[in-house]
């Protein structure tokens, strides 16, 4: 897959999580929204859990994007730590 369809690929979801952004706030519960609609990694206990991620965390305006947060938990989702390795140390 080439770098065009790639982003072609990526438009839909982009486009999706701001419409939800625009219409219902919260960036990381948008975010993981569409990831769970687009591939379906993410749970919705997931989604829930990050409300207090939104606006940097707690609505303070103040820390790490909403969106690059939800970004993340998406990620770790899929290739994070398991928590029967969680004795396993820092980098398993």
Known sequence: M???????????PYHKALQYELAYGCCPQC?????QETIGIVDDNT??????????GGLMAQGACGALTGGLLALSAKFGRDRDKLDKGRCI
């Open 47 to 56: 989604i829930k859990a990050c409300h207090g991620l939104s606006g940097g």
């Open 31 to 35: 975010v993981l929204a569409v990831v």
């Open 2 to 12: 080439n770098t065009d369809e790639k982003r072609a690929l990526a438009a839909h």
